[in-house]
């Protein structure tokens, strides 16, 4: 019998933990925080801090109904900080269990360890590509396949049992016009689908809206389109998005490039990210300057007030997050920002009420100082209804578990499904963070 162990995600929009056992034997996919949770608590130092205190905030899962399992592997989707985020917390509970991912998902991961304050971490990390199968007992066995996201390298991540195997599709979209040529890899799905898909457990967060996501190239043409088009004046540009996102980073690069201006990353995130990407080849920072230190970025920012009109500034802060570069301008630090500068949201405001009070208060402080802004430039990482039926039809699983998602979104997973002649309570189970669901069979508390 296959268990599925939902540990986390399964209530939110983040710390993301699922584990898989069969025999005895247990797969964990996933160790995320979610963030939200730590920044409500002004003094959390999280490297600093116990998993158990962590678990008390909700910060990160609680991976207590597996403590005592024989966990055979960890693996890692992509390397956003919902999915990762907690591989310091949690891995030293399994010490010496060996995690799989992708190369970029895996350095990230150890950045985050290589910060870690309170655990010793030793469990060792394999970068894996895709089409590998890596066989972790004699009975499991796991796979990375090739799938887009707002991140490189992103999987589904599938392991393989006797019984058929169980697909996890947390995070995905299908980009089939991606501007740099990540690519689903629709055949090897078409080929898990025939070969037997036992269950599907896939994320819910936008299964809601009646559409499928939109590519990439469609955020990189409302991109050009604003700053490229001829009737463009402004003086200070200034530009925010995830730092995770090397493709639309890629893009604000080179639209620099094309207006004659530099691009000039400010802040610790987009250091991190887009340094591990360039030694992967993933990103080509042609023309473009990172500051890491705050007496480079005091620097050139007097150097950029002077001459705003030769720079494209790319900053965090597009969630208005305390201590950001975008938060720490528009409270009147680093930079004289107002009239003259034009800021571009590049990305969406993630949904929960911590986010959206936080750009709120930013939004109203950059206008108090007359600041134009361009809003929505963006277009969505994650799977919206038609992806998810394209996804279930592909598979054909027996079983399915909605994840990644708010009980709102997970119950419009199951009418999805319902649609796709699954059955709730029968074939598609909706859980909840701490439960077992037995496939085939009930949910257990």
Known sequence: MIKIYTLGGYEEVGKNMTAVEYNGEV???????????????????????????????????????????????????????DHIGAVGKLA??????????????????????????????????YETNYGEI??????????????????????IVVIHTPEGAVVYACDYKFDNNHPYGERPDYKRLKELGKEGVKVLIAESTRVAEETKTPSEAVAKMLLEDFFLYEGMEADGLIATTFASHIARLQELIEIANKMGRQAIFIGRSLAKYTGIAKQLGLIKMKG?????????????????????????????????????????????????????????????????PLNVAQRYALETKLRMKGVRMIKNLHVSGHASKEDHRYLIRMLNPEYIVPA????????????????????????????????VVEIPGSLEG
């Open 27 to 81: 797969v964990i996919v996933d160790m995320g925080i979610r963030l939200d949770r730590v920044l409500i608590h002004e003094d959390v130092e999280f490297q600093k801090m116990s998993s158990k205190d962590l678990r008390k905030l909700g910060a990160i899962p609680d991976d207590r109904p597996i403590r005592n399992k024989k966990v055979v592997a960890i693996a890692l989707s992509h390397g956003h900080l």
């Open 92 to 125: 030293p509970h399994y010490p010496d269990v060996p995690i799989y991912g992708t190369p970029y998902t895996i350095r990230l991961a150890k950045s985050e360890i290589k910060g870690e304050e309170y655990f010793e971490v030793t469990n060792p990390l």
């Open 134 to 155: 890596v066989q972790v007992s004699e009975n499991l066995a796991i796979e990375f396949v090739q799938i887009t996201h707002s991140i490189p390298q992103s999987s």
């Open 288 to 352: 473009s300057r990172v500051l890491r230190s705050p007496n480079a970025v005091s620097k050139v920012l007097k150097e950029v007030s002077q001459a705003r009109e030769n720079y494209l500034l790319i900053v965090t802060g597009h969630q208005g997050e305390p201590g950001a570069i975008l938060t720490r301008m528009a409270n009147g630090e680093l930079y004289d920002i107002g009239p003259r500068d034009t800021v571009v949201f590049s990305a969406g405001v993630i949904p929960n």
């Open 404 to 435: 990644h998602g708010e009980f709102r979104m997970l119950t419009h997973y199951a009418e999805l499904a319902e649609e796709e002649g699954y059955m709730i309570g029968k074939e598609v189970f909706i859980s909840r963070n701490g439960h």
